[in-house]
Nanobody, 116 residues
Framework: QGQLVESGGGLVQPGGSLRLSCAAS????????MGWYRQAPGKQRELVAV???????NYAHSVKGRFTISRDIAKNTVYLQMNSLKPEDTAVYYC??????????WGQGTLVTVSE
């Protein structure tokens, strides 16, 4: 329960776009929240965007206005649309499913590389 499968990473040029997907094994409405985090080489994992059970969204300041988190409840899937990508967005992106206190699960990660 709460298993996550991510997809959509890859190589993109600066200014380009990518969409990440995270499919959950169960109903995402049973979760407190789902989020996207990222970890760049040599840095700590950081929150990128989160969507709560009631649909409230929050973003890191560095991605606000460029990234959009959304969900398809019927497909138990959360998306991260990333536009105007910058080299500093390069990282491994992880999906998170928060159902604390029962579990807090992570996806396997998907690499996003923004480079010429």
């Amino acid at each position: 329960q709460g298993q996550l499968v991510e997809s959509g990473g890859g190589l993109v040029q600066p200014g380009g776009s990518l969409r990440l997907s995270c499919a959950a094994s169960g109903s995402i409405l049973s979760l407190n929240a789902m989020g996207w985090y990222r970890q760049a080489p040599g840095k700590q994992r950081e929150l990128v965007a989160v969507i709560t059970r009631d649909g409230t969204v929050n973003y890191a300041h560095s991605v606000k206005g460029r990234f959009t988190i959304s969900r398809d409840i019927a497909k138990n899937t959360v998306y991260l649309q990333m536009n105007s990508l910058k080299p500093e967005d390069t990282a491994v992106y992880y999906c998170n499913a928060d159902r604390l206190p029962f579990y807090n699960n992570w996806g396997q990660g998907t690499l996003v590389t923004v480079s010429e």
